[in-house]
C-alpha cells in the first residue's frame, strides 16, 4: 500500500540498489518527493509500476501522435471504469476501503490514470480541479431486508444485488475460476476456504455496512499552462473493461480502448487499428501485456545501464503531485494553483 515505500526505497537507493517501485510511490507528497531527491542524489535508476504506458496498445498510440495523425493534441477526456465488482472487492470490502488505512482512492488506483494523461499529451499543468465522493456505498442505500452477511441474506434480495459476495466468490468458483479475486479471498481456494472466508471475514459482508470510506466515484480536471485541457473519470459504479481515451487535435480526434484505435482526421475519414490483444490471463497479458513490459525495460535498463529505456521517472512524481493537489482540491471545494513546475 506503499506505507513503506519511501523508507526502504531510500535505503535501498543509498545502497546502490536500482528500483522497480510499485505505485504509489509513497502515501503523502512529503514522502514522494524524500524518494525522488533520494533517486537524484544517489543516481539511481528507478522503475515506477505505472503500467499502462509499458502496453503495445500506449506504444501503437504514442506512435499515432507522434506522426501527427490528429495534428497537435489539445485535449484528453480519460475513463477509468473500474466494474462495479471489482470496486466491492477492494474498496468496500478489501485492503483500499478505508483512506486511513491505505490512501485515498484516487492515490490508490488513478494515479496511473493522471501519469497517463501526461503520457499522451505531456506537459505543464497550471490549476486542478476535483470532485467525487461516496454515493452509493452506504447504510442509507441499504436494500431492505437485506442481512450484514450475503450467506445470511434472503435469497430474494441476494439475488437481486449485484455486489454479492455469494455471485462474485461463489458462482466465479463454479465456473472454474481460481486466481484473482478468489485466491485474495481465501488461500488454498477450495469451495470449503471461500465460504468460511464469507461467513467470518470482510469479503463476506454486505456492501451497505458503511465500514467504507472512500470515493465511489471522482472527476479530476487539468488545465495545461499553454491552455489545452484535461480529464480524467474514475468510476467505481461501471462496467469492468480496459480504460478509454478520447484525445482531440488540431487535425482530428483519436479514440482508444485497450484493444482498438479509431482515428479520425477532419474531411478524410475513420482509420481503425486492430492491435489483438490478448485476453488477460497469463504473464504476457497482465494490464494489456503491461506487466511484462515493465519488467523486460527495467531489467534491460540495468543490463545496459540505460536510463532512458524507462519511462521518464519525473513524470511519475508529476502524476503523484497532480494526484495530491487533486485530492486537496476535492476536500476544499476550490481550484487549486501549480505554482511552479517540478525542478
Known amino acids: 500500500m506503499g506505507w513503506f515505500h519511501a523508507e526502504a ?71 477509468e471504469p473500474v466494474g462495479h465488482w471489482h470496486y ?27 501519469d497517463w494523461l501526461l503520457f499522451v499529451m505531456p506537459g505543464e499543468v497550471s490549476r486542478v480541479a476535483s470532485f467525487g465522493g461516496l454515493y452509493h456505498f452506504r447504510p442509507e442505500r441499504r436494500p431492505k431486508g437485506a442481512a450484514d452477511r450475503c450467506l445470511l441474506c434472503p435469497e430474494e434480495v441476494e439475488r437481486a444485488c449485484p455486489f454479492s459476495a455469494k455471485r462474485i466468490y461463489l458462482e466465479a468458483y463454479q465456473r472454474g475460476e481460481r486466481g484473482w479475486p478468489l485466491d485474495v479471498v481465501a488461500y ?77 482526421r477532419f474531411g478524410e475519414g475513420e482509420r481503425v487499428f486492430d492491435l489483438e490483444t490478448e485476453r488477460e490471463g ?9 506487466d511484462l513490459g515493465l519488467t523486460r525495460a527495467f531489467l534491460e535498463a540495468v543490463a545496459k545501464g540505460d536510463e532512458g529505456l524507462l519511462e521518464p521517472f519525473a513524470e511519475a512524481v508529476q502524476a503523484h503531485r497532480l494526484t495530491f493537489l487533486a485530492e486537496e482540491a476535492r476536500r476544499k471545494g476550490r481550484v487549486i494553483q501549480v505554482d511552479d513546475p517540478l525542478p
Open 9 to 79: 526505497a531510500v535505503a535501498l537507493m543509498e545502497k546502490g540498489y536500482h528500483l522497480l517501485l510499485e505505485k504509489p510511490i509513497a502515501p503523502t507528497w512529503e514522502e514522494v518527493w524524500e524518494v525522488a531527491q533520494a533517486k537524484a542524489r544517489t543516481g539511481r535508476m528507478v522503475a515506477v509500476a505505472h503500467v499502462l504506458r509499458y502496453t503495445p496498445y500506449a506504444r501503437a498510440l504514442k506512435g499515432l501522435l507522434q506522426e501527427g495523425a490528429i495534428g497537435e493534441p489539445v485535449s484528453v477526456q480519460h475513463l
Open 88 to 114: 466491492a472487492h477492494s474498496f468496500v470490502r478489501g485492503n483500499w476501503r478505508r483512506e486511513a488505512e491505505s490512501s485515498p482512492f484516487l492515490l490508490a488506483k488513478s494515479v496511473h490514470d493522471l
Open 188 to 264: 488454498p481456494v477450495t469451495w470449503e476456504n471461500l465460504e468460511k472466508a464469507l461467513a467470518e471475514g470482510p469479503y463476506g459482508e454486505c456492501v451497505y455496512l458503511g465500514r467504507n470510506d472512500v470515493m465511489d466515484h471522482q472527476v479530476v480536471m487539468l488545465e495545461y499552462r499553454d491552455g489545452r485541457t484535461a480529464s480524467l473519470h474514475a468510476e467505481g459504479l461501471s462496467r469492468m473493461r480496459f480504460r478509454e481515451t478520447r484525445i482531440f487535435g488540431t487535425e482530428g480526434e483519436l479514440f482508444g480502448d485497450g484493444r482498438y484505435l479509431r482515428v479520425y
Open 282 to 290: 497469463s504473464i504476457r497479458t497482465g494490464h494489456g501485456g503491461g
